[in-house]
């Protein structure tokens, strides 16, 4: 492993409030950007793939706007029966996806990538991994799913369920490696990349 002596500029390529505050547990400090790409999926493109490539291309574009810097992209794709469920931007939609969902398993992919654009390491410049976390649904009617709904109005969220606030009320089993994966960015990992990057955790 190699360390390099001064910490870089760490950036998170995100405009999600979760990632960073999951981010902030770490107590290194790091700034916030949004990347602007089509986060359209490919044709035939697997829901593991759809994650890892959008991350891998969230840091490159924050990359490519900041010289030197280590820059975290993150991205989770949600699938039922091997197909993709995106964000479903309406309360119609949110309410088809998890009536699809009840009684059901989902996976969520939830995709890591650190890219390390100093010019001076040895280190690899970029690492990407992807978390998957199995969630079951509980069976629950119509009528409580629409109620969830209209209170948390996760419309903009893949599977109509943020677990970190009422969703979980909706889930009955997660099962996962990294207990920060659901949420959207799985820290063990993210630990374990910034360390073959020589970012120091407890001696600064």
Do not use: W
């Not at 990538?113 to 001076?120: E, F, G, S, V």
């Not at 969703?167 to 990349?193: F, N, Q, R, V, Y």
């Amino acid at each position: 492993m190699v360390f390099v002596p001064s910490t870089p500029r760490l950036i998170l390529g995100s405009s999600s409030i979760y990632r960073s505050e999951l981010l902030s547990r770490l107590r290194i400090p790091f700034e916030t950007m949004i990347p602007a790409i089509d986060e359209t999926p490919r044709t035939g493109e697997a829901p593991e793939a759809t994650a890892c490539r959008l991350a891998h291309e969230k840091a490159m574009a924050i990359a490519q706007q900041v010289p030197g810097a280590l820059v975290i992209g993150a991205d989770q794709v949600a699938s039922l029966d091997g197909r993709q469920i995106g964000k479903p931007g309406s309360h119609d939609n949110a309410l088809r996806q998890l009536q699809a969902m009840r009684g059901r398993e989902v996976v969520f992919h939830s995709a890591l990538c650190l890219y390390d654009a100093r010019p001076q390491i040895s280190t690899p410049k970029c690492q990407v991994e992807n978390i998957s976390t199995k969630v079951t649904f509980r069976d629950l009617p119509d009528a409580e799913l629409d109620a969830y709904l209209r209170i948390e109005q996760p419309y903009d969220c893949a599977g109509s369920a943020k677990n970190e606030a009422l969703g979980i009320a909706i889930i009955e089993k997660i099962a996962s490696d990294d207990p920060t994966a659901l949420t959207g960015l799985p820290l063990i990992a993210l630990t374990s990349m910034l360390r073959k990057a020589g970012v120091p955790f407890f001696a600064r």
